[in-house]
């Protein structure tokens, strides 16, 4: 099927290989590059993660994008929508922070007047859920800051349902990478 | 075979004219004759290329792959890969750091990973733009860098280079493909130059391939090899 194209491989060399396979991994490389400097910059360890449940409708749908940031001189505030991770479980939540307490500085009895001075306790409930997420706390009263991994920015619709169906159709993103991959080594710049 | 017959005539006319005026001078007419049947195209078979004759990108690389492979053969000069030997260099290790990035971000924790996967970001950036900058600017439009030693009394170093670009067509005219050469011939290890000459030329495509598609590797062969006696031989600048 590729004959005519693995036979021109074999005639340029050792060399055109090696460059055609470097385009191919450049890409991916740069893009993996522009993700985790992304992430550096919000300072989150994941800037865009996809919506998976309904747990937040009206304002966001299963399949929607969002963006996160994670302001370390920043206090989070009732209202804001956090994304956050409990150990022990796999897949980060996307909740609003329903209530947010400061810990008083013991044994001096005071609070500290710098606003992150103290850590925050925070509590949380999805807008399409009867109750508080106390339950998927696994055990824990309150969220702490070192739990979350950002604050909702700003979202787009639809566009994640590509990663839910990669995520659930493995298959789709080997033939996807195959594909490219192939591409990349037969086409020339 | 109508497109065939607008090819350029002087093939090997001025191959022979160019070893008749060097007669004089005896040693170089000896290598003029060596090199004469060198810069022909080869009898023996060879693979018939064929490519899309509507792309002008898949034109040029047919017609560089087939310069590269006419001018390193062994009696004639062999190529210098320094452009793209650095270009896969920086190229790999770009690709390196990225993988040693994303491997100490997974194992580390996201906020104590933050200073090594900055350093990673920023390594990885400069070695991009570095293999950019290379190539845009030293490597530019060369495709073909070659090197000769021939003894003859003395060891004499030829170095020739070789870069393409491609005109699109224009009504009036079409596709067109063309070559630059710059020759420099040297003794003692460079340091004495004993001659340099310059040539540039266009063809259009249509020389070279006809209605299918299929390459005239002999014309663009003699072509090429017209190109390069004229420069070797012709009047040091």
């Known amino acids: ?189 | 075979m109508a497109p065939r017959n607008r090819k350029a005539e002087n093939g090997e006319s001025s191959l022979s004219a160019g070893t008749s005026t060097k007669a004089s001078e005896t040693s170089e007419s000896s290598t003029d004759g060596v090199l004469a049947s060198a810069l022909l195209p080869p009898t023996e078979g060879r693979e018939v290329v064929k490519v899309n004759n509507a792309s002008v990108t898949e034109m040029k690389h047919a017609c560089d792959d087939a310069l590269k492979r006419f001018l390193s053969r062994p009696e004639l000069f062999n190529q210098i890969y320094t452009h793209t030997d650095v270009r896969l260099g920086l190229g790999w290790a770009s690709v390196f750091v990225a993988l040693g990035t994303g491997l100490y971000g997974w194992k580390v924790d996201f906020e104590k990973s933050k200073p090594a996967v900055w350093a990673g970001v920023i390594l990885y950036v400069l070695l991009t733009t570095i293999q950019t900058l290379y190539a845009y600017f030293v490597e530019g439009d060369i495709v073909f860098v070659g090197k000769r030693k021939t003894f003859d009394k003395r060891i004499v170093t030829e170095r020739i280079t070789l870069t393409s670009t491609s005109t699109p067509s224009k009504p009036s005219s079409p596709p067109a493909y063309s070559l630059g050469l710059t020759y420099m011939r040297s003794t003692s290890g460079g340091k004495s130059l004993l001659g340099r000459g310059r040539a540039k030329g266009d063809r259009g495509y249509n020389t070279f391939f006809d209605e299918k598609g299929v390459m005239d590797q002999e014309a663009f062969e003699r072509w090429v090899g017209e190109m390069v006696g004229r420069v070797m031989v012709g009047k040091n600048e």
Do not use: C
Request: proline share 6%; hydrophobic share 45%.
């Open chain 1, 1 to 189: 099927m590729f004959s005519d194209e693995l036979k021109a491989l074999r005639r340029l060399g050792f060399r055109h290989v090696l460059l055609q396979v470097l385009n191919f991994v450049q890409v991916l490389a740069s893009g993996f590059m522009m993700w985790k400097g992304l992430g550096l910059i919000t300072n989150t360890e994941s800037p865009i993660v996809v919506v998976l449940s309904g747990s937040m409708e009206p304002a966001f749908y299963r399949g929607d994008l969002l963006f996160l940031t994670n302001p370390a001189d920043q206090r989070y505030a009732t209202g804001d929508i956090t994304v956050y991770k409990i150990p022990g479980a796999d897949i980060p939540i996307v909740h609003r922070v329903l209530e947010t307490h400061d810990v008083v500085a013991k044994p001096d009895d005071y609070v500290a007047a710098s606003p992150l001075a103290q850590p925050q306790l925070l509590l949380t409930k999805g807008d399409n859920n009867p109750v508080d997420d106390l339950d998927l706390y696994q055990g824990l009263e309150w969220l702490e800051r070192r739990h979350i991994i950002g604050k909702v920015q700003a979202f787009l619709p639809y566009v994640g349902y590509v990663t839910i169906a990669m995520n659930d159709f493995p298959q789709l993103k080997y033939a996807l990478l195959g594909g490219l991959g192939l591409l990349a080594l037969i086409q020339r710049e």
